[in-house]
Nanobody, 124 residues
Framework: QVQLVESGGGLVQPGGSLRLSCAASGFTLDYYAIGWFRQAPGKEREGVSCISSSGGSTYYADFVKGRFTISRDNTKNTASLQMNSLKPEDTAIYYC?????????????????WGQGTQVTVSS
């Protein structure tokens, strides 16, 4: 069964850090760019970051640049999103997915095999 599973979410105070993980089962991530997206209540899903299949290229939304770092380990079939200096506006469900087309890196319609998501809540 082809599946992505996110983990690492939780409740953190403003300024804190979390590390999200995305693990694949049933297929190998080697050939795919991996994207992280998030969706807050009442808002559309938005692209947070993306990493190319080799890991040589990374992309970030302006609202996370300098705070989040995306990485991948193809030997472990996983990807990660290190989130530092978290803000209340980062509160959302975070999803990982693999790129299916060569569209814009932050276009959710270009991605598939979505995981179930992991909740990130930033609050004092």
């Amino acid at each position: 069964q082809v599946q992505l599973v996110e983990s690492g979410g939780g409740l953190v105070q403003p300024g804190g850090s979390l590390r999200l993980s995305c693990a694949a089962s049933g297929f190998t991530l080697d050939y795919y760019a991996i994207g992280w997206f998030r969706q807050a209540p009442g808002k559309e899903r938005e692209g947070v970051s993306c990493i190319s299949s080799s890991g040589g290229s990374t992309y970030y939304a302006d609202f996370v640049k300098g705070r989040f770092t995306i990485s991948r380990d193809n030997t472990k079939n996983t990807a990660s999103l290190q989130m530092n200096s978290l803000k209340p506006e980062d509160t959302a469900i975070y999803y990982c997915a693999v790129a299916r087309t060569g569209s814009r890196w932050n276009d959710p319609t270009a991605f598939g095999s979505w995981g179930q998501g992991t909740q990130v809540t930033v609050s004092s």
